[in-house]
């Protein structure tokens, strides 16, 4: 079974950044698609970014398209999302998760992943 902790998360004014980290507890994690969600009050999980297992794919949402960047260090089982120009729809839990059946492409859909993070908060305030 894969633990998954994140961390990173805070209380940022709009236009700054933020780096979310996530820690694996199994080496299984560097063969896996990862990918990160995140769930505001009163709406559903919804895709930000996914990861391949190299690192060579990844994926976003529309919303943070240009802003975000996602990568994974294998040797350190982590994966980052870099969040840039953040804004305060921005606000939300950010969750990580990894995808067990996925390798060289990656999962938009929450489904589709087999163990999440516990999340940290991001708030983006004006």
């Known amino acids: 079974q894969v633990q998954l902790v994140e961390s990173g998360g805070g209380l940022v004014q709009a236009g700054g950044s933020l780096r979310l980290s996530c820690a694996a507890s199994?080496?299984?994690?560097?063969?896996?698609?990862m990918g990160w969600f995140r769930q505001a009050p009163g709406k559903e999980r919804e895709f930000v970014a996914a990861?391949?297992?190299?690192?060579?794919?990844?994926y976003y949402a529309d919303s943070v398209k240009g802003r975000f960047i996602i990568s994974r260090d294998n040797a350190k089982n982590t994966v980052y999302l870099q969040m840039n120009k953040l804004k305060p729809e921005d606000t939300a839990v950010y969750y990580c998760?990894?995808?067990?059946?996925?390798?060289?492409?990656?999962?938009?859909?929450?489904?589709?992943?087999?163990?999440w993070g516990q999340g940290t908060q991001v708030t983006v305030f004006s």
């Open positions: 998760a990894v995808d067990l059946g996925k390798i060289t492409s990656a999962t938009m859909t929450p489904a589709g992943y087999d163990y």
């Open positions: 990861i391949s297992w190299s690192g060579g794919n990844t």
């Open positions: 199994s080496r299984t994690f560097r063969t896996f698609a």
